[in-house]
């Protein structure tokens, strides 16, 4: 069975950093591609980052690049997610999820296209 588990949301003030991680039970981390989506109050979930089986590439959301880093250790199974210089309008439920991946380059951000997700996390960015 798999289980991913976020934790490191919380409240911060704007500017602020938090970093949320994303462990991976029951399967091999490195066989899979990761995401981490968000959820506002009143939208639809969106994609934020993800990366490749082996963390090689990476891929942001225009509204994130430049603040936010994806990362993984394939060995402890777990992937993170850095945001810096946080705004209001970052508050939502943070959720990672795995896609199984065949090609270790592969980064996707199709929210379709993700076999595994995580119950989330309340980021909340006050201003």
């Known amino acids: 069975q798999v289980q991913l588990v976020e934790s490191g949301g919380g409240s911060v003030q704007a500017g602020g950093s938090l970093r949320l991680s994303c462990t991976v039970r029951?399967?091999?981390?490195?066989?899979?591609?990761m995401g981490w989506f968000r959820q506002a109050p009143g939208k639809e979930r969106e994609f934020v980052a993800g990366?490749?089986?082996?963390?090689?590439?990476?891929y942001y959301a225009d509204s994130v690049k430049g603040r936010f880093t994806i990362s993984r250790d394939n060995v402890k199974n777990t992937v993170n997610l850095q945001m810096n210089s946080l705004k209001p309008e970052d508050t939502a439920v943070y959720s990672c999820?795995?896609?199984?991946?065949?090609?270790?380059?592969?980064?996707?951000?199709?929210?379709?296209?993700?076999?595994?997700w995580g119950p989330g996390t309340q980021v909340t960015v006050s201003s």
């Open positions: 990366d490749s089986r082996t963390g090689t590439r990476t």
């Open positions: 999820a795995a896609k199984f991946s065949g090609s270790i380059m592969a980064v996707t951000n199709t929210e379709a296209e993700y076999n595994y």
């Open positions: 029951g399967r091999i981390l490195s066989n899979y591609a």
